[in-house]
């Protein structure tokens, strides 16, 4: 088995530099099976409740710095909760390569911009049936 294919099967960490914190290399691991299935649990259990799934992903990726748990997370500052959303958005980029980093950023760009629309549009609708009532 090449080595390559051998790698993909277990739990990668990789590195990259915070936009929040300049300077500062962050290091993070993929979820492990177990993980994924936690987190998918409490993504289905408390779809509204989208911050207690993203600091459950990012205290099970996060490896350095270390020390940064759920419990924490009620103290957190905007700085802080910046930090959270970037190291979340860097999970899924974890052992892949420069292009299929570029493929995700396109396929990512797309459906923020999707969903923007969607948004407009369905203000927009309100923004008529509020018209219509009236």
């Known amino acids: 088995m090449k080595e390559n294919l051998l790698k993909n099967?277990?739990?990668?960490?990789?590195t990259f530099e915070s936009k929040v914190f300049p300077g500062e290399?962050?290091?993070?691991?993929?979820?492990t099976?177990?993980?994924?299935?936690?987190?998918?649990?409490?993504?289905?259990?408390?779809?509204?409740?989208?911050?207690?799934?993203?600091?459950?992903?990012?205290?099970?990726a996060l490896i350095s710095p270390s020390n940064f748990f759920?419990?924490?997370?009620?103290n957190l500052t905007e700085t802080g909760l910046s930090f959270?959303?970037?190291?979340?958005?860097?999970?899924?980029?974890?052992?892949?390569?420069?292009k299929e980093?570029?493929?995700y950023a396109k396929e990512y760009k797309k459906a923020v911009e999707e969903y923007l629309e969607n948004l407009e549009n369905k203000n927009e609708e309100d923004t008529k049936k509020d018209e219509e009532k009236k």
């Open 9 to 14: 099967c277990f739990v990668q960490e990789g």
């Open 25 to 31: 290399v962050i290091t993070i691991k993929q979820a």
């Open 33 to 60: 099976v177990k993980e994924k299935m936690d987190y998918d649990k409490i993504v289905k259990e408390n779809p509204q409740d989208r911050e207690k799934s993203l600091f459950f992903a990012v205290e099970k």
């Open 70 to 74: 759920t419990s924490n997370m009620e």
């Open 84 to 98: 959270i959303y970037e190291v979340f958005e860097q999970i899924p980029l974890i052992g892949k390569t420069k």
């Open 101 to 103: 980093k570029e493929e």
